[in-house]
């Protein structure tokens, strides 16, 4: 897949010896102009007429809250472009009106222009800067314009279209074409798969070519049978089939190649490791793409019953941001997070038991301080029934207080009451430090918990195994 250009949000302020009405109508009539227009489309404005309605907002927040509409940002323009034969503009403008209902959270007046013009379909997206309940003016944050890319990504990964990775700014240097962004994460080629798939046929030691080819079906390579006995390969998810020949795949593995390995007369080259976790080692986010892509294989419609494209759109960002292309190192990750959240558990119990101790050997020791004069009293007057009658509920408090005591130290000798305070202290500071510590731990464990089991619902995995159906 070729990539998404970055998107970018960028703030319209009033023009130099122009009105903020007509700064606006500038701007908008470069959006609208149809010589450039494929789509439009709009939320609560009418485009033709959307810079009347903006002012007409503003001059109600004026009257509202007494602050000039002419200061600050106007407007605000979001540029989202799409690769060239990628999508069309009626469906670019789809995207562009999700991306923009999602991010202003349909609090604001926008409208979506596609722009088919130059060498790709790219939308350009202006929404008012004042709320429509004129309650607010948006504020441009800091990170608003990795927040609105992360967004853009998701709304295009839930369309099954491809995204940038860290695009680079033209401030930054070079662009760079789409292998090279994703160095080396990026999607093997068809002629690196097809190699990878004739080595892992010829190490089956296939008898003759029939069961060669055969092996290479199993494998889901298709075998394409031209004019004269001249043959093709092609894979899933590619519109051309590759030549079998040595020119077209690489030295060593043409048919002169593969009939010597064959017959005996040359060595066949290591297999790539088997498994579905090291499959998946070579692009996991692609392996994603590709079966989301296709619809097809092991578990997809088990998982398209109990999940929805959003959160695998959200699983499969989650693994690009992570760099996670890797099944192994997903699994890895996940079981760290799970025995990190619970190693955490039974710390923060440990300390809360420590705490509680501390704390009701302070209430006995407080009690012990307070009854023990009735104690003495009661044992000065030789245990009298009179003076027990008179004083019974101190001299039980005394008692419960020195068992609780006795109990709680095991003999130890009992420490100050300022000692305890202060163990007291520490304890209430580290369960605090450790509750926080847990509560991101069992975030992170439940999210990647979450795009794991997305992950392997998708994959047709089970207990790490692939389905009994995709294992034939």
Not at 143 to 153: C, I, P, Q, V
Not at 384 to 398: I, N, V
Request: proline share 4%; hydrophobic share 35%.
């Amino acid at each position: 897949m070729k990539p998404t250009a970055a998107t970018f949000i960028k703030s319209h302020k009033r023009a130099a010896k122009r009105t903020a009405l007509q700064s606006l109508k500038d701007r908008f009539d470069y959006g609208l102009n149809p010589e450039k227009l494929g789509a439009v489309s709009a939320y609560l404005c009418e485009p033709k007429t959307a810079h009347l309605e903006f002012m007409l907002v503003k001059e109600q927040y004026q009257a509202a809250v007494g602050r000039p509409a002419e200061h600050g940002a106007l407007c605000y323009q979001i540029r989202q472009a799409f690769p060239q034969g990628e999508i069309t503009p009626e469906e670019a403008n789809k995207i562009g009106y999700e991306t923009a209902m999602r991010w202003t959270k349909g609090k604001y007046q926008f409208f979506v222009c596609t722009h088919i013009d130059k060498g790709h379909i790219h939308n350009h997206i202006y929404y008012n800067s004042t709320a429509l309940d004129c309650s607010r003016k948006f504020r441009n944050f800091l990170g608003s314009t990795f927040a609105l890319r992360r967004l853009s990504d998701r709304v295009c990964l839930e369309n099954d279209l491809s995204v940038i990775l860290n695009p680079k700014l033209h401030s930054k240097g070079k662009f760079l074409h789409y292998g090279q962004w994703l160095g080396a994460d990026r999607r093997p080629s068809q002629k690196e798969q097809l190699r990878a798939a004739i080595d892992t046929a010829l190490a089956q030691r296939p008898a003759d070519l029939p069961a060669f080819l055969s092996l290479l079906e199993s494998a889901g390579v298709q075998v394409v049978h031209g004019r004269g006995g001249v043959l093709s390969f092609k894979l899933p998810g590619y519109e051309r089939p590759a030549r079998w020949r040595s020119s077209t795949l690489g030295s060593g593995y043409g048919p002169e190649d593969v009939q010597a390995v064959i017959d005996g007369k040359a060595p066949a080259r290591p297999a790539p490791v088997s498994g579905p976790a090291s499959r998946r080692r070579i692009n996991l986010v692609i392996d994603i793409q590709q079966r989301m892509a296709q619809g097809k294989g092991p578990g997809y419609e088990h998982w398209a019953k109990l999940y929805n494209l959003k959160q695998m759109a959200a699983a499969l960002q989650f693994l690009q941001e992570n760099g996670l292309t890797d099944y192994d190192t997903l699994a890895e990750k996940t079981e760290t997070a799970v025995d990190r959240a619970h190693a955490l558990a039974g710390e923060l119990r440990a300390v809360e038991d420590q705490l509680a101790q501390t704390s009701a050997l302070m209430g006995a020791v407080v009690n012990y301080a307070k009854t023990r004069p009735v104690f003495d009293g009661y044992k000065a007057a030789r245990y009298s029934k009179k003076y027990l009658a008179a004083h019974e509920e101190e001299l039980d408090t005394y008692r419960a207080a020195k068992a609780s005591i006795n109990e709680l130290l095991g003999g130890a000798k009992l420490p100050k009451m300022e000692k305890l305070k202060q163990q007291r202290r520490k304890l209430a500071e580290k369960k605090k430090a450790l509750y926080a510590e847990y509560r991101q731990a069992q975030r992170d464990m439940r999210e990647l918990v979450t795009v794991k089991g997305n992950v392997d619902h998708l994959l047709g995995v089970t207990g790490g195994r692939d389905d009994k159906e995709q294992a034939r």
